[in-house]
């Protein structure tokens, strides 16, 4: 008996939806184009962030501790590394080396050559540059861990509104990173020049991009457009649907009561061609 309520309930509720949808269809056709036109308008004029991709990879000491607890301390280190590449030193250190590059670049160097040059840049730390490569813009993307150090690998990410110079920006910043990991400092306990950040020793896998993508695609951005259709829709019909409490037709009746109805009065009066 609960089964076949249920089931009932299940039917009614589709019948309502299609009763619905055959009622407000121009309405409903309306609303979608309206949101779709409006999304393929906002596409074609919408000026796309593009994410420029290179991988780096490093390599850091052993432990001889036990499988767990060095599982845990690489976490725990490969978190530190990665995340150190959006520090402020290596930010201040890209800005840098990103303001010799715009004086290279009016010179006709490519990128690739200043990249391949950058060591013989002597960087100076005291130098405040900004305005060209910003921390918020910054994401990287760990590579599975395992339990060892060998050949770690992320990637980092620039976002820029201009191709050419989130592949630039991008080139730049993980140099800027691979110089400030190898900074030594004079250590007067031991009398030696000390890593002053990680023991690792860190390796640009690519001296190119490995890919330059769009953050939203044109695709995407419709496909969104047709989903808030969608949800206008159900949202326009449902207030007229609560504000509208009266009967408008036969079969609605018919489905509200469960009653056959055997007769009807036709409109009479009204708008011009109202009479049926």
Do not use: H
Request: charged fraction near 25%; proline fraction near 1%.
């Amino acid at each position: 008996m609960e089964e076949n309520r249920v089931e009932q309930s299940d039917k009614n509720l589709v019948a309502e939806l299609l009763f619905l949808i055959k009622r407000y269809f121009a309405l409903i056709l309306a609303l979608m184009i309206l949101s779709v036109s409006v999304g393929i308008g906002y596409a074609m004029v919408r000026k796309p962030n593009y994410i420029a991709s290179v991988m780096v990879n490093f390599t850091a000491p052993a432990d001889d501790r036990q499988p767990v607890s060095q599982f845990n301390r690489e976490q725990s280190y490969i978190k530190s590394v990665v995340d150190f590449c959006d520090e402020g030193v290596v930010v201040d250190r890209a800005n840098f080396y990103y303001m010799k590059w715009l004086d290279a670049k009016y010179n006709d160097v490519t990128i690739e050559d200043f990249v391949a040059g950058i060591d013989n840049i002597l960087y100076d730390k005291n130098s405040k540059t900004s305005g060209y490569i910003f921390a918020e813009n910054i994401t990287t993307e760990v590579s599975p861990l395992s339990n060892n150090y060998t050949n770690k690998m992320f990637k980092v990410k620039y976002q820029d509104e201009q191709q050419e110079l989130a592949k630039e920006k991008a080139l730049i910043l993980v140099e800027a990173f691979a110089r400030e990991v190898e900074l030594k400092a004079y250590d007067e306990r031991t009398g030696n020049n000390e890593l002053v950040y990680f023991k690792i020793n860190v390796e640009i896998t690519s001296k190119g991009c490995e890919d330059i993508s769009v953050d939203l695609s044109k695709t995407t951005i419709v496909l969104i457009s047709g989903v808030i259709g969608v949800l206008l829709c159900a949202v326009v019909i449902y207030v007229i649907t609560m504000l509208d409490k009266g009967v408008k037709s036969k079969d609605e009746l018919e489905r509200i009561t469960g009653v056959q109805v055997v007769g009807q009065i036709n409109r009479i009066g009204g708008r011009k061609n109202a009479r049926r």
